[in-house]
């Protein structure tokens, strides 16, 4: 990647990063060419190029800083340091709303490159995922009370659970072609909500 790119103005780097999301996310990897991500971006597709040197490279670009972006705002919202879990969650649900509120398209990239079968990124997708995902695990969980949950609750399982009932939301979001941030933000709260309800002690 050409250093030029993070010498843009900010704005014109989010512009850029905004029109990939929205390309990449509605398309396969495979059909998502460079010439409608540039033209989205208000950019011609040669500066682009002089930006990223291939679509692979935007591509990765995008995906990493999915991650960094999160984990930057879950620590500006200071999720990792609470002693509550659902402190923690509803700290990282207002952060990954005004995430998405930056970068409309980011949620839906990000699943669309998780379940990406295309061989020339899906291989580094999945590597990153579980270098990020590990990290993340590892700084959010480490603080965790555990006198805060009912008695014998198996909590390898109960994080499993609330991971799978997150995913297969935002998949369903995403596969209805619309992600409304504030319908969104609503029924995370309900979801908490009975999570708290059935994991801590009461």
Request: charged share 25%; with cysteine; glycine share 2%.
């Given at each position: 990647?050409?250093?030029?790119?993070?010498a843009?103005?900010?704005?014109?780097?989010?512009?850029?990063?905004?029109?990939?999301?929205?390309?990449?996310?509605?398309?396969?990897?495979?059909?998502?060419?460079?010439?409608?991500?540039?033209?989205?971006?208000?950019?011609?597709?040669?500066?682009?190029?002089?930006?990223?040197?291939?679509?692979?490279?935007?591509?990765?670009?995008?995906?990493?800083?999915?991650?960094?972006?999160?984990?930057?705002?879950?620590?500006?919202?200071?999720?990792?340091?609470?002693?509550?879990?659902?402190?923690?969650?509803?700290?990282?649900?207002?952060?990954?709303?005004?995430?998405?509120?930056?970068?409309?398209?980011?949620?839906?990239?990000?699943?669309?490159?998780?379940?990406?079968?295309?061989?020339?990124i899906?291989?580094?997708v999945?590597?990153?995922?579980?270098?990020?995902?590990?990290?993340?695990?590892?700084?959010?969980?480490?603080?965790?009370?555990?006198?805060?949950?009912?008695?014998?609750?198996?909590?390898?399982?109960?994080?499993?659970?609330?991971?799978?009932?997150?995913?297969?939301y935002?998949?369903?979001?995403?596969?209805?072609?619309?992600?409304?941030?504030?319908?969104?933000?609503?029924?995370?709260?309900?979801?908490?909500?009975?999570?708290?309800?059935?994991?801590?002690?009461?």
């Amino acid at each position: 990647m050409n250093e030029k790119f993070f010498a843009l103005p900010e704005e014109k780097q989010q512009a850029i990063i905004n029109a990939g999301y929205r390309v990449f996310s509605r398309n396969s990897y495979k059909n998502s060419p460079m010439s409608e991500i540039a033209e989205a971006a208000g950019i011609s597709k040669s500066l682009l190029f002089y930006y990223f040197h291939n679509k692979k490279e935007l591509y990765l670009f995008l995906w990493d800083k999915c991650a960094e972006t999160t984990i930057e705002f879950l620590t500006r919202y200071d999720c990792y340091s609470q002693r509550e879990l659902f402190e923690s969650i509803e700290r990282g649900m207002r952060a990954k709303m005004e995430i998405m509120r930056l970068y409309p398209d980011m949620a839906n990239f990000t699943i669309k490159a998780f379940y990406e079968s295309d061989p020339e990124i899906s291989a580094a997708v999945q590597k990153s995922y579980h270098k990020y995902f590990n990290l993340k695990a590892d700084k959010a969980r480490i603080n965790f009370d555990p006198e805060q949950f009912v008695p014998g609750l198996d909590i390898a399982m109960m994080y499993r659970d609330m991971y799978w009932a997150s995913e297969g939301y935002l998949w369903e979001m995403v596969q209805s072609g619309h992600v409304d941030i504030d319908q969104m933000e609503q029924s995370f709260t309900e979801l908490i909500a009975f999570w708290k309800s059935i994991y801590l002690r009461k």
